[in-house]
């Protein structure tokens, strides 16, 4: 599965594994597609998604339209540049990001960031079969 067929923004579920409890955690979020990635980004602030997910970057992407289920690996984007540009790309694609109070730097220096790569060759369409962590 690759971010082609995608809506550019929309909501999913992420399931990743607790950094401390070790247990599944399943949160709804947002996505873009920025450069044919999908991007995980938000607000400025800290978030247990992104604490889970920087311990165990193995996760399951649970994509909303078109329906699929698909093991991804998450990569946080740490370099200045590529984060000015997925937080400029975001606050484009997803206007409600706009019309919150911090500035392109805000979210450059403060705002998690992570690109999402498929693990599995191809996400699996509702119904075809449980997705690799349960949910």
């Known amino acids: ?5 995608l809506p550019l923004t929309g909501t999913c579920d992420l399931s ?3 950094r401390q409890s070790g247990e599944e955690r399943r949160v709804e979020i947002w996505y873009v597609v920025v ?3 999908i991007v995980l980004t938000g607000t400025p602030g800290a978030r247990h998604w992104l604490a889970n997910l920087r311990r165990h ?3 399951v992407l ?3 339209d078109p329906r699929r289920v698909v093991a991804v690996t998450a ?6 540049s590529e984060r000015r540009r997925i937080a400029h790309e975001a606050r484009r694609l997803q206007p409600w990001y706009a019309d919150q109070p911090w500035s392109l730097e805000d ?3 403060d705002s998690p960031m992570v690109v999402l790569t498929p693990t599995s060759p191809h996400g ?3 119904g075809s079969g449980p997705p690799a962590v349960r949910s």
């Open 1 to 5: 599965m690759d971010a082609d067929g």
């Open 16 to 18: 990743a594994i607790g």
């Open 35 to 37: 450069d044919e990635r």
């Open 57 to 59: 970057p193995e996760a």
């Open 62 to 64: 649970h994509l909303r």
């Open 75 to 80: 990569q946080e984007v740490t370099d200045r």
């Open 107 to 109: 979210w450059v220096a």
């Open 124 to 126: 699996r369409g509702a």
